[in-house]
């Protein structure tokens, strides 16, 4: 309970720490530049000039918390990186260098490879046609309800419950694990699913694609409803089958918000992190790169190759994102 009320007292301070902002700011600026009981010249000129400081008034406190939280630490990463483990001395690029003479970097950057490959495909494809089937039955909203529910679970929650899904226990003993118990069932052996090298990453996948699938099919269906009537209706008089109709005349004219989901969900299976590190630590080679950034910094406190593998992540995620923000603009009209 102490907590609780120390974060709402927090949250209203802040509320009104940034309503007084705003306030006094204003107040003082039109002090500065009034424009009541002013000559029309002069009166002019400082509505022109207040005008041009106003907003800069409102995105200021934004721009100063972008730069101290985004901006800065890039350059403290790129400085880091260039240093040994202690930040002391200055060892150019001999980070980088270690990084991609290091099997274990090689093996994350194949992993997140195979993340890159199955998530946002799997993800988008499973979102579209669950949109694409809810919109056509009368219980669709409840089915969209407990679709989208998973995007409330953190990671860390998720992984939890999947790792019920995939828990093992020695042969002889009872199988708790769901996934386990259906492979008893039918007569098999049971396995540590996520103890399998190289099909231990899918079963890791199996969460993120769960989780993203809501969002997918949000956006979607949003997207699906907002397709003209007449192009379908017209396509049905022609003749087309339901299969011609959604994937000939339904989904070119969605393929710029299914581009949009797919590079998100790209973005967020680069920085994937917390699914590796409750699921598997790492271990028996699902190893991505967030996680080892993390094993680095803050487990081998070596902060030149922790700096140098963030360092990897971001020039990763850059064109993806440049990408997605000049095709959405794009649809805005070149705006």
């Not at 939890?160 to 386990?180: A, C, H, M, P, T």
């Not at 039918?186 to 099909?199: D, H, K, V, Y």
């Not at 997207?223 to 109709?245: C, K, M, S, Y």
Request: charged share 10%; net charge positive; hydrophobic share 55%.
């Amino acid at each position: 309970m102490q907590q609780l009320f120390a974060a709402i007292v927090t949250m209203a301070l802040g509320v009104l720490a940034c309503a007084a902002y705003f306030y006094l700011s204003n107040l003082l600026l039109d002090r500065i530049f009034p424009s009541k009981n002013r000559s029309g010249p002069e009166a002019s000129r400082n509505l022109r000039i207040a005008g041009a400081i106003r907003p800069w008034l409102f995105l200021g406190p934004a721009l100063i918390a972008l730069g101290l939280f985004l901006v800065y630490p890039v350059f403290g990463t790129l400085w880091y990186s260039l240093h040994d483990r202690n930040g002391t001395t200055f060892v150019g690029l001999e980070n980088f260098r270690w990084l991609f003479q290091d099997g274990e970097f090689r093996q994350s950057i194949f992993n997140n490879f195979l993340w890159l490959l199955v998530v946002p495909a799997l993800s988008t494809f499973f979102g579209l046609i669950i949109a694409a089937m809810t919109d056509r039955i009368a219980w669709g909203g409840f089915a969209k309800t407990l679709i989208f529910m998973p995007m409330a679970i953190s990671f860390v929650g998720a992984s939890v419950i999947w790792k019920f899904i995939y828990d093992y226990r020695g042969e002889g003993s009872e199988q708790i694990g769901l996934l386990n118990a259906l492979v008893v069932y039918f007569g098999g052996e049971p396995q540590a699913w996520i103890s399998l090298p190289f099909w231990n990453n899918f079963f890791l996948m199996a969460i993120l694609i769960w989780i993203q699938t809501g969002f997918a099919m949000v956006i979607l269906s949003a997207a699906l409803r907002g397709i003209p009537e007449e192009t379908v209706e017209a396509a049905v008089i022609d003749g087309a089958n339901g299969f011609q109709i959604f994937f000939k005349i339904m989904i070119p004219q969605i393929w710029g918000t299914i581009a949009v989901v797919w590079t998100t969900i790209t973005i967020l299976v680069l920085k994937v992190f917390d699914i590796v590190l409750a699921m598997t630590n790492g271990q028996w080679q699902s190893q991505v790169l967030a996680n080892l950034m993390f094993s680095w910094m803050f487990r081998g406190s070596d902060n030149g190759r922790g700096a140098a593998i963030a360092l990897v992540i971001m020039v990763l995620v850059i064109p993806i994102i440049y990408w997605n923000i000049r095709n959405a603009r794009r649809e805005m009209g070149g705006r």
